[in-house]
């Protein structure tokens, strides 16, 4: 077993060595009336799962097509990937659909500011990284 615990800490070093993006991971909270704008506006997150370095990636060139209401919608879908050693909140609670992941900051400019929504996350004891799949709707 000390050979696939050295190989598995190789590999999990690697991971973190592309993790050049810098992200938010959270629930979204309930939103809260302005009386001063009279407008609806996010309340703050109800969990903060994660804040820090992660690699953002495309999972596929594709664009999918919905209709929301009577709103047309482009979806994109990502990959997030984490550090292995990503601690759960203390309230035990993970990443689920969703959930939001916020691209704070990256080497490549376009990506600042995006922001993902959950679909699902990937767990195992052998992964070299915690993946999560989300989509950025357009």
């Excluded at 704070?104 to 767990?123: C, D, E, I, K, T």
């Amino acid at each position: 077993m000390i050979g696939l615990d050295a190989f598995l800490a190789r590999g999990r070093a690697a991971a973190e060595e592309l993790m050049l993006d810098t992200i938010t991971l959270y629930r979204p909270g309930a939103d809260v009336f302005d009386r001063d704008t009279g407008q609806t506006v996010p309340g703050p997150p109800a969990v903060i799962f994660y804040t820090g370095p992660a690699r953002v990636r495309p999972a596929q060139l594709a664009v999918s097509q919905v209709q929301a209401g009577e709103q047309e919608l482009h979806l994109r879908q990502y990959r997030i990937t984490l550090p292995y050693g990503t601690q759960l909140p203390d309230s035990g609670e993970r990443p689920a659909a969703g959930d939001v992941a916020d691209v704070n900051a990256s080497p490549n400019p376009r990506l600042v500011g995006v922001r993902l929504w959950v679909q699902g996350a990937q767990y195992s004891a052998t992964a070299t990284a915690w993946r999560i799949i989300a989509e950025e709707r357009s």
